[in-house]
């Protein structure tokens, strides 16, 4: 991503967040988020959303700003409600740029409402955003918004700049008196992908019945192997609600893509992670030039000496783990999938119920006044439930490795098989 690096003024205080961080795309530099879950109830998910080739061919080399990665942070670390990420996200852009590597969005969302934004590419500070109605299906695959009405700026589920529809004017992508297309004017002219389409539709289908949506249907679009494979780096669905505890606020947590690694909560008032699931060497961006070992740092500053500590790198990756389980998956998925996703199922009623019983145990020793005991207790059962997985997961890949070897053989050439994915 082209660019140049620059500082903004930091909050004094952030809110108590939990997020994913990883270490490297298109040269942003690290760490990177797509988003998380903070104290307040705001949950907030990057997602690309392609400008127009127009926009990016004139976004300036030496582009400066907050990114997709600094806007998705910055929003869990400041905003106490969904409009005010939007209107946060806003602001930072006019007072500080943008910097992208051709469009960006943002799904942001608290227990009371929901908001999409879209930041486009060009360099001249072009977003908007609309307000989710209470009973839309909105998926983001990429990011998208249609007609903004412009002609009506005291709207109350729309926030954009005043200038953002001069460039289309001016360009001739838009003309004034017709309705105002932003994606047409400044995105890829696709408005719906295939695979928002068909997710979209599937959701409407579970909407209409008497039980509606629930957290099973959630998890299950997350994993569908039409969407999901080795390109989603994690899985989370998030629970929107007010508990009476802040540290009890979750997140369901997949460490790689849902199809090959289960759903665990993921408590906000957990005081530490796993050291398998923490940084490794693996799937961390320049490593491989870098050593645990002091012989060349002590001579060149430390450039050599790896970003991850020893005792870490002593553990078990789980990236590492779940990804070697999705490779195996993928090789014969016809067979394997269904089999491994029955078990995931299984491993989430059982941890739905041990959820529920968790956070109500949390709840009676935060109501007592015992904080200390209550973040130990969460610490505990999402740490052991987190291992729990893991484990299962050598297991499960062990025997789809002893399977493979006797039935099929080792592929060792040709094109990856998985299945096939809507886009």
């Known amino acids: 991503m082209p660019g140049v690096l620059s500082t903004i003024p930091q909050a004094a205080e952030t809110a108590r967040h939990i997020r994913v961080s990883y270490s490297y795309y298109l040269g942003v530099p690290a760490p990177l988020t797509n988003g998380g879950l903070n104290e307040h109830g705001v949950a907030v998910r990057d997602i690309w959303s392609p400008s127009r080739q127009e926009l990016k061919d004139m976004t300036p080399r030496d582009q400066k700003g907050p990114n997709y990665s600094d806007l998705a942070r910055i929003v869990v670390e400041r905003a106490r409600t969904a409009r005010e990420g939007v209107e946060l996200i806003g602001a930072l852009i006019g007072k500080h740029g943008y910097s992208t590597y051709g469009g960006n969005s943002h799904f942001i969302a608290d227990p009371d409402e929901a908001w999409v934004v879209i930041k486009f590419a060009g360099g001249r500070g072009l977003w908007v955003a609309e307000r989710v109605g209470a009973d ?32 289309a004017r001016e360009q001739g992508w838009w003309q004034p008196g017709t309705p105002f297309d932003v994606n047409a004017a400044y995105g890829d002219g696709k408005l719906r992908h295939d695979g928002v389409a068909w997710i979209e539709d599937e959701m409407r289908k579970r909407a209409g019945r008497p039980e509606k949506i629930g957290l099973e249907n959630m998890m299950w679009a997350v994993r569908t192997d039409r969407l999901t494979g080795d390109t989603a780096g994690y899985g989370q669905v998030v629970p929107l609600h007010h508990p009476r505890h802040d540290a009890l606020r979750l997140l369901w947590h997949t460490q790689i893509g849902a199809i090959a690694a289960p759903f665990v909560p993921v408590w906000l008032g957990v005081t530490q992670v796993p050291e398998e699931f923490r940084q490794h060497r693996y799937l961390t961006s320049g490593e491989d030039a870098r050593f645990i070992d002091l012989r060349h740092a002590e001579r060149d500053g430390g450039k050599t000496l790896s970003v991850v500590p020893q005792g870490i790198e002593g553990t078990r990756s789980a990236n590492a783990v779940f990804k070697r389980l999705l490779y195996l998956i993928g090789q014969h998925h016809e067979t394997y999938l269904p089999e491994v996703t029955a078990i995931w199922e299984a491993v989430e009623a059982r941890l739905q119920d041990e959820e529920a019983r968790t956070t109500r145990t949390a709840e009676i020793l935060l109501d007592a006044g015992e904080a200390e005991l209550a973040g130990a207790m969460l610490t505990y059962v999402t740490a052991t439930e987190l291992n729990k997985a893991l484990t299962l997961a050598e297991t499960l890949a062990a025997a789809l490795e002893a399977r493979t070897r006797a039935l099929h053989g080792i592929a060792s050439g040709g094109q990856p098989r998985n299945p096939a994915q809507l886009w």
Do not use: K, M, N, Q
């Open 136 to 167: 839309a299906i909105r998926a983001s695959r990429p990011g998208y918004i249609g007609i903004v009405p412009v002609d009506e700026p005291a709207r109350e589920d729309f926030l954009y700049p005043d200038h953002l529809t001069e460039l």
